[in-house]
């Protein structure tokens, strides 16, 4: 990822969401169903049915795929059930290695996102430059 501009010498994948739409759902054909799959895949963000995919780049063009998960799951939640921060925690003996995101994913030890709030200017250039890393990752899913 250095080789990309990224400021960081431990930065191992870029990782993203992505959501795919769905016709809406009609059931399991049981009327009865306890399941009621239209609330189940419904996204109230994207305001259609969907499944939703998380994937992680890594420098050498390879990536990872998580999922699928229900619609309305956001990103941060599909991250934690992954197991892929799990994954860094053990592997972590020589060095900390960690994943880059978008807004979306929480900023720990084993994953940095962009800067939200009130921006300095270093922190909007910041964002710049990491936008411009990351957007291969968002390119996976077209």
Do not use: N, P, R, T
């Given at each position: 990822m250095k080789a990309m501009g990224a400021p960081f010498d431990?930065?191992?994948?870029?990782?993203?969401?992505n959501f795919l739409q769905l016709c809406r759902p009609l059931g399991l054909g049981n009327f009865r169903a306890n399941v009621d799959l239209q609330e189940y895949y419904y996204s109230g963000k994207e305001k259609c049915h969907g499944?939703?995919?998380?994937?992680?780049?890594f420098p050498n063009?390879?990536?990872?795929i998580a999922g699928p998960s229900c619609g309305r799951v956001h990103d941060a939640r599909m991250l934690r059930e992954s197991g892929w921060m799990q994954m860094l925690y053990d592997y972590e003996q020589s060095r900390t290695m960690?994943?880059?995101?978008?807004a979306a994913f929480p900023c720990n030890r084993y994953c940095q996102s962009m800067r939200?709030?009130?921006l300095t200017i270093e922190e909007r250039a910041f964002n710049s430059l990491m936008s411009r890393i990351r957007i291969q990752v968002s390119i996976l899913f077209i």
């Open positions: 431990s930065l191992v994948g870029l990782i993203d969401g499944i939703k995919f998380l994937a992680l780049l063009g390879m990536v990872a960690f994943v880059f995101g978008d939200k709030g009130v």
